[in-house]
């Protein structure tokens, strides 16, 4: 696991026997934060999540200030189309 943020080899002790007794929730979201990681790396996302969102896509539809309804750009990253 060369991108895991915690290397068991690396761990002693009870950090160690705390790392292999996570749940299985834990372990999916130390997955899940993985993939965001990944994903905002591969694509230069500065943010973690974008506008709010917990989903990894990047893709935000700007609003107009004034009537709240999208004016046809869409922000991927730091692209605007």
């Not at 999916?28 to 990894?56: C, K, M, V, W």
């Amino acid at each position: 696991m060369p991108n895991s943020p915690v290397d068991p080899a690396s761990l002693e002790g009870d950090d160690l026997v705390q790392w292999y007794r996570r749940s299985p929730w834990q372990i999916d979201q130390d997955r899940q934060a993985l993939r965001r990681q990944q994903y905002n790396e591969f694509f230069h996302i500065q943010n973690d999540t974008l506008g709010g969102s917990d989903d990894p896509s990047g893709v935000v539809a700007s609003q107009d200030d004034n009537s709240g309804q999208p004016q046809g750009k869409i922000s991927i990253g730091s692209w605007v189309i």
